[in-house]
């Protein structure tokens, strides 16, 4: 496995870090979830995320049920608040208040002292920036976080907070989490550009667009009936990238990897980190399988012609 500084901190992560979403809360149980990340410490993973909104807590407390056996120094953990977490009128976005009570019950959950990251999972029109981002600092100087992280925030927004982290000395963020993979690049345009002239880093997620980039799902066959796109549960996310001109480039782009000797999904996630204020490509996983072979992808190098190819593809 190799590892990547979190933009301009001195924080190393892995190029794949293993994600919660879709792993904890609902699909697997507290076995598999203590085989996962067994495996991933075995594969030299060590960057978890989680986020206090997976299944209202509970990808939180399963994690607090494993990772406490392992040395506290040996992984990277981030958590995230904005989304709601009640039916209350501050139980939601990035006030002073929500922010500042979801920390500390995640950490409950987490059973941890601190969170290395903490995501400001979206961006919250109705509360200051200056408030959020002070309110981030105080946790920090107070021990509880480690880095302030943004997701899914637009290049004006991650702007906004840099402006206002300098002028009132604050912690600036040092990573954004966006989605980002061979069918999904807005983040090119602009987000990446500003995220590079202030050093922030991307933790990119959904990089397999779904499980769709590893080559489940082919045209004209019928879905899995173990897969994503088969739950209702998760389908809904998945929708959008089965369709037929994505499922015909899955077939091309496979054709180049099985050229290089890989997977199309190692090929897929080391596109992803072709980019260097890439940081890590977050996967999830229900099978340490999955997790081996999302591993393989860390310190590959496309060439030039497979590139050019694959961009090709996918500007048809």
């Known amino acids: 496995m190799k590892y990547r500084k979190l933009g301009r901190s001195g924080l190393k992560v892995s190029e794949i870090s293993f994600g919660s979403w879709m792993t904890y809360g609902h699909t697997v149980d507290g076995n598999i979830g203590e085989q996962l990340i067994e495996k991933a410490f075995e594969l030299g993973i060590n960057f978890i995320d989680t986020a206090n909104v997976y299944e209202r807590g509970e990808a939180e407390k399963l994690l607090g049920n494993i990772l406490p056996r392992y040395p506290r120094e040996s992984y990277v953990l981030a958590t995230k608040a904005f989304f709601?977490?009640?039916?209350?009128?501050?139980?939601?976005?990035?006030?002073?208040?929500?922010?500042?009570?979801?920390?500390?019950?995640?950490?409950?959950?987490?059973?941890?002292?601190?969170?290395?990251?903490?995501?400001?999972?979206?961006?919250?029109?109705?509360?200051?920036?200056?408030?959020?981002?002070?309110?981030?600092?105080?946790?920090?100087?107070?021990?509880?976080?480690?880095?302030?992280?943004?997701?899914?925030?637009?290049?004006?927004?991650?702007?906004?907070?840099?402006?206002?982290?300098?002028?009132?000395?604050?912690?600036?963020?040092?990573?954004?989490?966006?989605?980002?993979?061979?069918?999904?690049?807005?983040?090119?345009?602009?987000?990446?550009?500003?995220?590079?002239?202030?050093?922030?880093?991307?933790?990119?997620?959904?990089?397999?667009?779904?499980?769709?980039?590893?080559?489940?799902?082919?045209?004209?066959?019928?879905?899995?009936?173990?897969?994503?796109?088969?739950?209702?549960?998760?389908?809904?996310?998945?929708?959008?990238?089965?369709?037929?001109?994505?499922?015909?480039?899955?077939?091309?782009?496979?054709?180049?990897?099985?050229?290089?000797?890989?997977?199309?999904?190692?090929l897929a996630l080391a596109w992803v980190l072709r980019q260097d204020i890439v940081a890590s490509a977050l996967v999830g996983a229900t099978k340490p399988s999955q997790l081996e072979e999302n591993a393989k992808a860390s310190g590959v190098v496309l060439p030039q012609e497979a590139l050019d190819r694959i961009e090709a593809i996918l500007s048809e």
């Open 84 to 266: 709601p977490m009640g039916d209350g009128p501050n139980d939601r976005g990035l006030s002073r208040k929500h922010v500042f009570e979801q920390v500390h019950a995640s950490l409950k959950r987490l059973k941890q002292d601190y969170v290395d990251i903490l995501y400001c999972h979206r961006y919250d029109p109705e509360t200051p920036v200056e408030e959020t981002l002070r309110t981030i600092d105080d946790l920090i100087r107070q021990g509880k976080v480690l880095y302030a992280g943004v997701s899914e925030w637009s290049a004006a927004q991650i702007e906004e907070a840099m402006r206002i982290a300098d002028k009132y000395l604050l912690d600036r963020i040092v990573v954004n989490q966006p989605q980002y993979n061979m069918f999904y690049r807005k983040i090119e345009a602009e987000v990446i550009p500003v995220s590079g002239k202030y050093g922030v880093a991307q933790v990119v997620y959904s990089p397999l667009a779904q499980g769709v980039l590893t080559g489940k799902y082919r045209l004209g066959s019928e879905l899995p009936k173990d897969s994503r796109a088969a739950d209702p549960k998760t389908n809904m996310w998945i929708k959008n990238f089965l369709t037929e001109a994505h499922l015909r480039k899955v077939d091309q782009l496979d054709a180049v990897a099985k050229e290089l000797g890989l997977s199309l999904g190692t």
